[in-house]
């Protein structure tokens, strides 16, 4: 089946620097990838909708020159969190689209920002 | 706003039992609702999904209940076993934008020997 790797599955940087994490389509072509931030025992928050080769879409309240999303190919989406805080701590998790109502996560980055 | 409220928030099984999530959505717009499985460190994935044309759908022992009357969806997991134990999200999206998703807040099961 379709398989979206994400990497890095962990990461610890310090305060102030910044963090990519990627995400690939392995066996079929992505025109669009989601981002999903989740906070300990919380739901799945989407931050945006990328596609490739235009701007991201943001959703209200994500700050869109903290959270750069780039998808420059079919098969590659990044996620960079600028001047990371520790409150920028959390599980993010990118997701694909196969077509109408079909989606496929990756297996999420925990990022730990000290 | 929460736009699928979900419940229980946790729920504890015996292994052999019936494990029953209940979701409710307010916008009649939604017209596709899948559940996700998530294990602790791993993404979600894909369980089982209806759309309100049907009342049930059936998947092994995964079952979804749809009451489109009553905007409630509900998820039955029969013979639940150790291994079932993950936290579960029900979801919601619309027609006109059928990728973008509302989840609902999770509900952690734990399935005991």
């Known amino acids: ?114 | 706003q929460q736009q699928v409220k979900q419940s229980p928030q946790s729920l504890i099984v015996q292994k052999g039992g019936i494990s029953i999530i209940n979701c409710a959505y307010e916008n009649t717009a939604f017209d596709y609702f899948p559940w996700y499985q998530q294990f602790p460190g791993k993404g979600p994935a894909l369980l089982i999904a209806i759309r309100p044309d049907v009342s049930e759908k059936k998947e092994g022992r995964f079952t979804i209940s749809f009451n489109k009357s009553a905007k409630q969806f509900s998820l039955h997991i029969m013979d639940s076993q150790p291994g079932d134990s993950a936290t579960y999200f029900c979801a919601a999206s619309k027609r006109d934008n059928f990728n973008k998703f509302y989840f609902g807040s999770g509900t952690k099961l734990n399935v005991k020997p």
């Open chain 1, 1 to 114: 089946g379709a398989v979206v790797s994400q990497h890095p599955s962990w990461v610890i940087c310090k305060s102030g620097t910044s963090v990519k994490i990627e995400c690939r389509s392995l066996d079929f072509q992505a025109t669009t990838m989601f981002w999903y931030r989740q906070f300990p025992k919380q739901s799945l928050m989407l931050m945006a909708t990328s596609n490739e080769g235009s701007k991201a879409t943001y959703e209200q309240g994500v700050e869109k020159d903290k959270f750069l999303i780039n998808h420059a190919s079919l098969t590659l989406s990044t996620l960079t969190v600028t001047s990371a805080h520790p409150e920028d701590s959390s599980f993010y998790i990118c997701s694909a689209s196969l077509g109408q109502y079909g989606y496929t996560f990756g297996s999420g980055t925990r990022l730990t920002v000290v």
